[in-house]
């Protein structure tokens, strides 16, 4: 496993539901973003620090405050871009296509939900995965973040280094796909549910 790949898997971990191996995955997480960074920075500091002092019921109602309770800062990508418009419904099932022809499993979450979009992202082809994030997955995150602004949640710390991975990945973006990719299916079901 590459990486990236390892990071990418990481982050959707820590962008589910907490479980009792989850201050590990966050101490992982936090070591390999900062081999990554070339040890330049800090990054999970605030998140790591909130984990390891809090109990796991603590961290469970952390996550759904966060996340469940607040439609603003949902982690469903498509949710963030289309609200209840049809377009997001042609997303979603060009989502659950990739995650499947990718040979992900899906976890609870709607396919859309970042904990399965990370892990899409570090299997499909680079080209892909940075039109992905540039057209789709950045802005989505930005608008997670701006529902976390001036609240001091650590998930901040979270969403930064995903936002961080995704700039550096959507700086590779070409200007169009590659015909056939994932992104090119995704788009074309769009336009169809426009017309």
Same mark, same amino acid.
């Given at each position: 496993?590459?990486?990236?790949?390892?990071?990418?898997?990481?982050?959707?971990?820590?962008?589910? %539901?907490?479980?009792?191996? %989850?201050?590990?995955?966050?101490?992982?997480?936090?070591?390999?973003?900062?081999?990554?960074?070339?040890?330049?920075?800090?990054?999970?500091?605030?998140?790591? +620090?909130? *984990?390891?002092?809090?109990?796991?019921?603590?961290?469970?109602?952390?996550?759904?405050?966060?996340?469940?309770?607040?439609?603003?800062?949902?982690?469903?990508?498509?949710?963030?871009?289309?609200?209840?418009?049809?377009?997001?419904?042609?997303?979603? @099932?060009?989502?659950?296509?990739?995650?499947?022809?990718?040979?992900?499993?899906?976890?609870?979450?709607?396919?859309?939900?970042?904990?399965? @979009?990370?892990?899409?992202?570090?299997?499909?082809?680079?080209?892909? &995965?940075?039109?992905?994030? +540039?057209?789709?997955?950045?802005?989505?995150?930005?608008?997670?973040?701006?529902?976390?602004?001036?609240?001091?949640?650590? %998930?901040?710390?979270?969403?930064?280094?995903?936002?961080?991975?995704?700039?550096?990945? +959507?700086?590779?973006? +070409?200007?169009?796909?590659?015909?056939? &990719?994932?992104?090119?299916?995704?788009?074309?079901?769009?336009? *169809?549910?426009?017309?």
């Amino acid at each position: 496993m590459t990486d990236q790949t390892h990071i990418y898997d990481l982050l959707a971990r820590l962008l589910n %539901y907490p479980g009792e191996e %989850y201050p590990l995955a966050v101490r992982t997480c936090q070591q390999l973003l900062q081999r990554i960074s070339g040890g330049h920075s800090q990054p999970l500091h605030r998140f790591s +620090a909130h *984990v390891a002092a809090s109990s796991l019921e603590e961290l469970e109602e952390l996550f759904t405050r966060t996340f469940d309770l607040n439609p603003v800062c949902c982690l469903e990508v498509g949710w963030q871009l289309y609200g209840e418009d049809y377009n997001r419904g042609s997303f979603l @099932v060009n989502m659950r296509q990739q995650i499947r022809n990718h040979g992900l499993s899906e976890s609870l979450e709607l396919p859309d939900h970042l904990s399965n @979009v990370l892990p899409l992202l570090a299997r499909i082809g680079p080209e892909e &995965s940075a039109a992905l994030c +540039a057209s789709h997955i950045l802005p989505a995150v930005k608008k997670m973040q701006e529902g976390l602004a001036g609240k001091d949640n650590p %998930y901040e710390d979270v969403l930064a280094a995903v936002r961080t991975l995704i700039e550096r990945q +959507a700086a590779q973006a +070409a200007p169009l796909p590659a015909p056939g &990719s994932a992104l090119t299916q995704i788009r074309r079901k769009e336009e *169809v549910a426009h017309d």
